[in-house]
């Protein structure tokens, strides 16, 4: 089993900053991606970041350059850091980690941007 811990989740006004961090505890393959997911109200959920243990990432198609995924020096930590946030940004994100053929998901932490 796997455990997701989710921090960093809050409000801020269009155009700020927020950094979300994940750390994963429990059975741990060697290989395995983390990252986020977001889901806002009546949408689908959609990536947003993930990167791999060999440090291969995907971004979804609206970051644009706004956001960067990384691994902390905390083992099976990752940070994502989110700039220029704008209102559609706003969501439940939610951490995932995928290994072999499972899928592992934090309880979400809510991100309100503001016009």
């Known amino acids: 089993q796997v455990q997701l811990v989710e921090s960093g989740g809050g409000s801020v006004e269009a155009g700020g900053s927020m950094r979300l961090s994940c750390q994963a505890s429990?059975?741990?393959?060697?290989?395995?991606?983390m990252g986020w997911y977001r889901q806002a109200p009546q949408k689908q959920r959609e990536l947003v970041a993930v990167?791999?243990?060999?440090?291969?990432?995907n971004y979804g198609g609206f970051v644009q350059g706004r956001f960067t995924i990384s691994r902390a020096d905390a083992k099976y930590t990752v940070n994502l850091q989110m700039n220029n946030l704008q209102p559609d940004d706003t969501a439940v994100y939610y951490c995932?980690?995928?290994?072999?053929?499972?899928?592992?998901w934090g309880p979400g932490t809510q991100v309100t941007v503001s016009s």
């Open positions: 429990g059975d741990i393959y060697s290989i395995h991606v």
């Open positions: 990167i791999s243990t060999a440090e291969h990432i």
């Open positions: 995932t980690l995928i290994q072999k053929r499972n899928n592992f």
